[in-house]
């Protein structure tokens, strides 16, 4: 797993005595015809897929070759990552405390801190500019001196894979696998590099930006040309061909995979799920951080991951429907 731009894993950043603290879930399992998960969906066409990196952008580590086909059934995909509102329903409903609340301290980005210096319990050795805060959580995305004003429409962050499943669980939804989630990024473009082709508009001052990274020098100064130094509203920018809006940029999303850079070796054509174990749950699409100087991950197949405990301040989901075969 890299730590620069996806975030750093819960034992980079967290106290030591902080690991000891347990999980359960606290969801509800969806009741049959009630509706709890208010994003929209749209549908995504089965059939044979090809993913994987075609275009040599990738980095060996991250396992994003060989190039392969996949053949996938039908399937709905949520058109926005899940939101701060949408999130809230389901804390009001459940009760549910998420794994950055039960530690205690989340991975909160240096420049978007708003707690007091004491709240600081550490930095990521290799990724500085990554911080341990003690009372960072998605209510409290930047420390106990943030909130969620005016982010309603913002997507959830600081919330582990554990607590995306617990939400899929309550909502009878799931994490959409790795393969189903790049097909849905690439929206019908079979080959591009990104949701809407091949080139990054504003890259050489030429219009728009299209999606919500990095601009200016990393990691101290985001000229902020795409509008947002963190999170953008969920429909910032334009959707893709099926209608998937941001799946690259603003935040990584969960998949429901296990990672494994060798796994596109071995990856079997029909349904692929991932391995069956690992110590880390993949993550795709990247964020708000990522920048071509140190992190390419804005790409349709790039490919990242996490310790399923794990929560930061540039990571969230969005969910798939049930139907799997």
Not at 117 to 124: L, T
Request: glycine share 12%; with cysteine.
């Amino acid at each position: 797993m890299s730590e620069t731009c996806c975030g750093p894993d819960r034992m980079s950043v967290g106290e030591e005595l902080a690991t000891s603290v347990p999980w359960s879930p606290s969801a509800q399992v969806a009741e049959v015809g009630v509706v709890r998960h208010v994003i929209e969906q749209v549908a995504v066409p089965g059939g044979v897929h090809y993913i994987g990196d075609m275009h040599g952008d990738g980095k060996a580590g991250d396992g994003e070759t060989p190039v392969h086909a996949v053949e996938i059934e039908d399937f709905d995909i949520d058109c926005t990552a899940v939101t701060n509102e949408a999130w809230s329903s389901f804390v009001e409903a459940t009760g549910h405390v998420t794994e950055a609340e039960r530690f205690g301290y989340s991975a909160v980005f240096h420049l978007a801190l708003a707690a007091d210096p004491g709240d600081v319990i550490s930095r990521a050795a290799r990724t500085p500019w990554w911080l341990g805060v003690r009372g960072a959580d998605w209510r409290r995305p930047g420390g106990r001196h943030s909130s969620l004003d005016g982010l309603s429409d913002h997507p959830v962050v600081h919330v582990s894979w554990n607590d995306a499943v617990a939400y899929c669980e309550w909502a009878g939804r799931r994490l959409p696998t790795e393969a189903e989630w790049e097909v849905a990024s690439r929206g019908g473009l079979p080959d591009a590099r990104y949701p809407w082709g091949d080139e990054l508009p504003a890259r050489d001052g030429q219009g728009a930006w299209p999606c919500n990274i990095w601009q200016g020098s990393f990691p101290d100064a985001n000229t902020r040309e795409d509008g947002w130094l963190t999170t953008a509203p969920v429909r910032s920018y334009r959707s893709n061909g099926y209608g998937v809006w941001q799946s690259v940029g603003n935040v990584w999303e969960w998949c429901a995979d296990w990672f494994d850079p060798g796994y596109y070796a071995r990856s079997p054509r029909l349904h692929p799920r991932g391995p069956a174990s690992g110590s880390a749950k993949v993550l795709r699409g990247g964020s708000y951080l990522c920048h071509d100087s140190y992190c390419n991950r804005y790409r349709n197949a790039a490919r990242s991951a996490n310790t399923p405990d794990s929560s930061v301040g540039n990571a969230g989901f969005r969910t798939a429907s049930l139907l799997v075969a």
